[in-house]
């Protein structure tokens, strides 16, 4: 039986650890690239799972006081590790050490979440009768911790929450000390976390990989870093110098002095450009009208427009000065909205106070749901940096912007005479301009337009392709006003009303115009062109949010065989990275799952010969019942991440709700209903509630995309807790009735359901990207059915 005081030290080591794994997704989408954050979900249910085989090895642990200390010593050890060593993701290909230098990564990273596993695990082996209470301060001191770190990260940058992380595991340790005199160390560790954190010395800041563009932009002669500042879902940083110039399109033909530029990056990406220029001025009405978006404002002069993804305000000051009326600016990301109000105010000649600006308070995909008058131009901002398709590094990001419903609803908000407007890097081999083309024709599909090239203008640079859309066919004057604004900015056609050969190819040449045979393949027949081609191009929807991921698994043969000979990090693939770490994921959860309970079944005198086939729980039932409770988690929580992130606009924001939510919820279940419910028919329930959350989620978001914040944070807890609720009812009832009849395996049963959670995180990102988040969250339901088949003898 556990102290109260144990009690309270559980949970701020619980608290510690989903700090530190929300602080972790951070520093690596910070410091490397999302692919890295995203694995962190995984990698703290991994080395959880190591707890059990620790457990199983030492029956007599340390003390939890000091497993409790080593966990703060270990959070600060692996800041060390990830700040300090040089790990270049784009040398991993064909560098060795890289790879040795990753797993290092790995290991730092993983340390913590193997030390709160092995506190829960001894504090779950000597609950007792008590061991649903302990399991519950176990999710509720998670749940404060991951509330936490969200709250905390708006006023502490990541490296800062790093010290608040090791500070809560040293008061763990405090808690667990049996005497006073034993607290005092661990009180003084705390206290001086604390006091480096007040000071926050310049050693303490996080490094950026050196491919990161900030970390490039940095090294720019007569560079300066004139403005940072963080919140809970970015980091935002500021350049000048006089090598920013960033205007994405401009036409050859352009012959002004191109105005003063501010580089902002966000998480250490961009650069996304802050234009000191006035929009009445005629050097910026000529730059204006020498950009690829200029033709709609051509076409509907004096057009009340909404921008979305406006990015730091160029795309609203080229607006402004090609005629628009009215230009209305949603807020993407709060930092770039407060540093263009404040201290970049005025450097943008207060763009966003403009009377003809109007600053919207929703992100883009919710502004589309904000009032009813309609608008005359939409247009999607090229506002994200040029990223080669071959290098796979963005294949894991969601984008709720550039999804097939998202236009729907952008040509719902059309007024009849309206144009949608969207334009994209130009990528080699044709695919992001491409799969843009295609998302347009399915959106129109859903319209019921079915003579789609009557409505549908592309042109390209040597860099971007523009596509506009109209609400009904193109007049033959649009046409040939078009044809002039071509004329005039040297631009190449892909799509117009009586195109002819003669017309293509003009300006940009190409030895060969793929991008103009493979728009007109494209637009003759959808289906049989995306399925032919060498890449991805099915249409991102937002089941399927991720517009970057283009690999297909034809791509492997020759993706293997570039490994080494090339530039680009992993290859060319993020897809195939996540198989490596799926791989990497079984070849750890094996040992992890097999070993403990070898080392049990070995001992003398040990009750390890319950699980032998016979009237009670056989073998393979029990550890089939571990492992779909442990997938099945993350088959839902990972997903449901991803699902929200639309309604909340920011990963991070969903990241911390649905942690927070589910754990709390699930700690509820654990503490309040599983004494008292039957295992097997909550089981039931709990897929079928799992299966109802994912149909009914689609039709329930896009409902609730104009709500506040606060009403949208509300119904994303109102989504998450049933289903928690029921999620902390199986694992403690099974517990329960393996420590009642063999009390030696509740580390085993541990570990199992930890290394099923790691493996099926990253199964879970693999299902998402190919199958979609709905698919996801029904094989989760599934596996909670698996689960209950399994407790057939128990439940």
């Not at 509330?147 to 502490?156: K, M, S």
């Not at 010395?201 to 940072?228: E, I």
């Not at 990497?584 to 094996?590: D, E, R, T």
Request: charged fraction near 15%; proline fraction near 7%; include cysteine.
């Amino acid at each position: 039986m556990l102290r109260p005081r144990a009690i309270v030290g559980l949970g701020l080591v619980s608290a510690a650890g989903l700090a530190f794994e929300i602080t972790l997704t951070r520093l690596f989408a910070i410091q490397q690239f999302h692919h890295f954050a995203f694995v962190v979900v995984s990698l703290a249910v991994m080395a959880s799972a190591a707890s059990g085989l620790l457990v199983t090895l030492r029956p007599h642990p340390p003390s939890l006081s000091g497993l409790a200390a080593a966990l703060g010593a270990s959070i600060l050890l692996a800041y060390a590790v990830i700040n300090l060593l040089p790990f270049d993701s784009y040398n991993l290909a064909w560098d060795a050490a890289q790879a040795a230098i990753l797993a290092v990564y790995f290991l730092a990273a993983g340390l913590p979440f193997v030390l709160v596993g092995w506190i829960v695990a001894v504090c779950l082996t000597a609950a007792g009768a008590s061991l649903h209470r302990v399991y519950a301060a176990n999710l509720v001191g998670a749940a404060l911790g991951s509330a936490g770190a969200l709250a905390l990260l708006d006023w502490l940058p990541p490296e800062g929450l790093v010290l608040a992380a090791a500070a809560f595991g040293f008061l763990g340790a405090a808690c667990f000390a049996a005497r006073l005199a034993a607290s005092l160390a661990p009180l003084a560790a705390a206290a001086a976390c604390a006091g480096v954190l007040a000071l926050s010395p310049p050693w303490l800041a996080l490094r950026l990989s050196p491919y990161k563009p900030l970390a490039a932009a940095r090294l720019a002669p007569d560079a300066r870093l004139t403005a940072s500042a963080w919140s809970a879902s970015a980091r935002l940083d500021v350049i000048e110098g006089p090598g920013v110039h960033i205007f994405p399109g401009l036409s050859l033909q352009a012959a002004d002095p191109l105005p003063e530029q501010a580089a902002v990056f966000l998480d250490g990406d961009g650069p996304i450009p802050i234009t000191a220029a006035d929009p009445a001025d005629p050097a910026v009405v000529r730059l204006a009208n020498h950009l690829p978006a200029a033709l709609a404002y051509r076409l509907r002069p004096a057009a009340r427009a909404l921008l979305l993804d406006p990015g730091a305000g160029l795309d609203a000051l080229m607006a402004l000065g090609a005629g628009a009326a009215t230009v209305s600016i949603p807020t993407d990301e709060p930092l770039v909205t407060a540093l263009l109000l404040a201290p970049y105010a005025r450097f943008s000649r207060e763009l966003l106070l403009q009377a003809r600006v109007e600053l919207l308070p929703r992100a883009s995909r919710g502004a589309l749901q904000l009032g009813h008058d309609p608008f005359d131009v939409i247009q999607f901002c090229l506002s994200d940096p040029y990223h080669p398709v071959t290098s796979g590094a963005f294949s894991l990001s969601e984008d709720y912007t550039l999804t097939v419903e998202t236009v729907e609803q952008a040509l719902a908000r059309l007024a009849p005479n309206g144009l949608l407007v969207i334009t994209r890097w130009l990528q080699t081999p044709p695919s992001e301009s491409i799969r843009t083309l295609a998302v347009l024709l399915a959106a129109l599909d859903r319209v019921a337009i079915d003579r789609p090239a009557e409505h549908l203008i592309g042109y390209r640079t040597m860099r971007t392709a523009t596509f506009l859309v109209a609400r009904r066919a193109w007049l033959p004057e649009e046409v040939a006003q078009t044809r002039a604004f071509l004329e005039e900015n040297g631009y190449d056609p892909i799509l117009l009303p009586g195109l002819t050969a003669d017309e293509v190819n003009r300006f940009n040449r190409l030895p060969e115009d793929r991008y103009r045979a493979l728009a007109a393949a494209l637009l003759a027949d959808p289906r049989t062109t995306i399925a032919a081609y060498e890449f991805n191009l099915r249409p991102a929807t937002d089941d399927r949010p991720f517009f970057f991921h283009f690999f297909r698994w034809r791509q492997t043969p020759a993706v293997l065989a570039r490994l080494g000979q090339t530039w680009q990090p992993f290859g060319g693939s993020g897809y195939l990275v996540l198989l490596v770490l799926l791989g990497l994921m079984l070849a750890l959860s094996i040992p992890l799952a097999a070993i403990p309970l070898w080392l049990v079944n070995r001992r003398p005198g040990r009750d390890g010969g319950w699980l032998d086939a016979g009237p009670s729980i056989g073998r393979a039932r029990l550890g089939l019942f571990f492992s779909a409770l442990g997938a099945g988690y993350l088959l839902v929580e990972i997903p449901l991440i991803q699902r929200l992130t639309l309604l909340l606009d920011r990963p991070t924001l969903a990241l911390g709700v649905v942690l927070t939510t589910l754990l709390l919820a699930s700690g509820v279940g654990s503490q309040v209903l599983a004494p008292r419910l039957r295992l097997r028919p909550a089981l039931a329930g709990l897929a079928l509630a799992i299966a109802a959350t994912a149909l009914a989620l689609p039709a329930l978001l896009e409902h609730a995309l104009g709500w506040s914040l606060a009403a949208r944070l509300l119904l994303s807890a109102g989504i998450v807790f049933p289903v928690g609720l029921l999620m902390g009812i199986p694992f403690a009832a099974g517990l329960r009735a393996v420590e009642a009849r063999a009390k030696s395996l509740v580390p085993w049963a541990w570990g199992i359901n930890g290394a099923a959670s790691g493996v099926s995180g990253v199964l879970a990102a693999l299902l998402a990207l190919d199958a979609g988040l709905t698919a996801t969250l029904l094989l989760g339901a599934a596996a909670y059915l698996g689960a209950r088949l399994a407790a057939r003898d128990f439940g």
